[in-house]
């Protein structure tokens, strides 16, 4: 049985050098980065030590073989990635603004990406697991949406936990079906790990983020609501009680994937069985990590790594 599973999008990323570089503007970029928010979820998983498998579908080109090679490499369980011979990797191209925030091409419905399927022996596979973890990056078309479906199904049926980061994209949204799908999977889920935007997303008239969390918490399933706050660290919820825990002070050079690393080193920490207060602990360093290195993936970290930076913060986990 896997520790953890997720599904979703593989594709290969492209980040501008120059922040404010425009896209209608001949520019430099570094890359290719191997990438996708559940992919970069399940290396910061695998690297703590968590036995992980992943659902996905690549070209069978160069950034579908840099890849696999990454996934491979961190000890995920690749048997359900599919390689298409007739459509390429999905790829991405990200700026970063002045201002902080970016702005992305990607080709994900035109790719390899937007013809995943998942086969009932693939499905039966990756499901014997004790945690299934969606990305709401990864409901972005009515296929990918049944193909999480049946996995978070069969997942709740054989006693897994379901945990979900809604991701909420406004270029998502939109799109047939996917608001539906995010508010569906928000009421299949043990483990709700928001961001600020994203509980601004689902707020009504006149709440505050705190009031939003609290009315999420008592009209759903969910055992535990995680707020993701980036520097300033996270709040827990968890049935009456409320955990506050305060981000790392670290330099930033990129801040891509670093929301996916805090989810990957929270998961794998309750997985190993780990009191929720030190796994908090654990995740915020992986979000800190995450922001000092260049690449989606490349600030993936171990466990090693991790409790360094907690005693170099003076962090008692």
């Known amino acids: 049985m896997f520790d953890i599973a997720t599904s979703g999008e593989l594709l290969a990323e492209f980040m501008a050098e120059t922040r404010g570089q425009r896209f209608d503007a001949t520019g430099r970029f570094h890359g290719p980065f191997p990438s996708g928010a559940p992919a970069i979820f399940a290396s910061q998983a695998a690297r703590m030590g968590a036995r992980v498998a992943y659902a996905g579908r690549v070209g069978d080109d160069g950034f579908g073989d840099l890849v696999i090679a990454r996934l491979q490499a961190d000890g995920i369980d690749v048997a359900a990635v599919q390689r298409d011979g007739?459509?390429?990797t999905g790829t991405a191209f990200v700026s970063y603004q002045q201002d902080g925030?970016?702005?992305?091409i990607f080709n994900l419905a035109h790719s390899a990406a937007g013809r995943?399927?998942?086969?009932?022996?693939?499905?039966?596979?990756?499901?014997?697991?004790?945690?299934f973890h969606v990305m709401g990056s990864s409901l972005s078309s009515p296929a990918a949406i049944g193909i999480v479906k049946r996995a978070v199904a069969r997942v709740r049926a054989r006693g897994g936990k379901i945990s979900f980061d809604p991701n909420v994209r406004p270029e998502l949204v939109g799109r047939p079906g996917v608001s539906e799908a995010l508010l569906d999977l928000l009421a299949r889920c043990d483990i709700f790990l928001p961001s600020d935007a994203d509980l601004d997303w689902l707020s009504e008239p006149g709440e505050d983020?705190?009031?939003?969390?609290?009315?999420?918490?008592a009209s759903h399933a969910m055992s535990l609501l995680v707020?993701?706050?980036a520097a300033s660290g996270c709040v827990a919820y968890r049935g009456g009680e409320r955990f506050e825990v305060a981000g790392l002070t670290v330099t930033e050079v990129d801040p891509t994937g670093a929301g996916d690393c805090f989810g990957g080193a929270l998961i794998a920490s309750l997985a190993a069985g780990r009191e929720l207060s030190e796994a908090l602990c654990l995740a915020n360093a992986a979000g800190a990590h995450a922001v000092t290195v260049l690449g989606p993936m490349e600030g993936c970290s171990d466990l090693a790594t991790l409790e360094q930076r907690l005693v170099a913060a003076g962090v008692d986990e």
Request: aromatic share 6%; glycine share 0%.
């Open 86 to 88: 007739e459509r390429p």
């Open 227 to 229: 707020l993701k706050r």
């Open 116 to 131: 995943q399927t998942l086969e009932d022996d693939q499905l039966e596979r990756l499901t014997a697991c004790r945690y």
């Open 209 to 217: 983020i705190e009031q939003t969390a609290m009315r999420l918490m």
């Open 101 to 104: 925030s970016r702005q992305f």
